[in-house]
Nanobody, 123 residues
Framework: QVQLVESGGGLVQAGGSLGLSCAAS???????AGWFRQAPGKEREFVAA????????SYAGFVQGRFTISRDNAKNTVFLQMNRLKPEDTAVYYC?????????????????WGQGTQVTVSS
């Protein structure tokens, strides 16, 4: 089992930045890790994912170069740096991990989830 705990959410003005962290505990965290988000009344959607090696991260189209996903395997932590935030980025952001070494954009293919952290962007 892998336990994930997110931190770093909060309130920021449009155009500002926030950094999210996801700390993993439990067995070795050697899997694909991703970030998803869910706004009120909407489905959970893919934001970004990164492989165990940290190579070739993947992003949703709406990221448009504003977000960066990274990981520090020595610390079992995945990060999401969000810049140039927009009000439409407001959502609960979830960290997720899957045992497979393959990329997935689908939330149901991730076995492990954090509790979520709220990100609110004011206009």
């Amino acid at each position: 089992q892998v336990q994930l705990v997110e931190s770093g959410g909060g309130l920021v003005q449009a155009g500002g930045s926030l950094g999210l962290s996801c700390a993993a505990s439990g067995r070795a965290f050697r899997s694909y890790a991703g970030w998803f988000r869910q706004a009120p009344g909407k489905e959970r959607e893919f934001v970004a994912a990164i492989s165990w090696s940290g190579g070739v991260p993947s992003y949703a189209g709406f990221v448009q170069g504003r977000f960066t996903i990274s990981r520090d395997n020595a610390k079992n932590t995945v990060f999401l740096q969000m810049n140039r935030l927009k009000p439409e980025d407001t959502a609960v952001y979830y960290c997720a991990a899957r045992d497979s070494g393959r990329l997935s954009y689908h939330s149901h293919e991730y076995e492990y989830w954090g509790q979520g952290t709220q990100v609110t962007v004011s206009s």
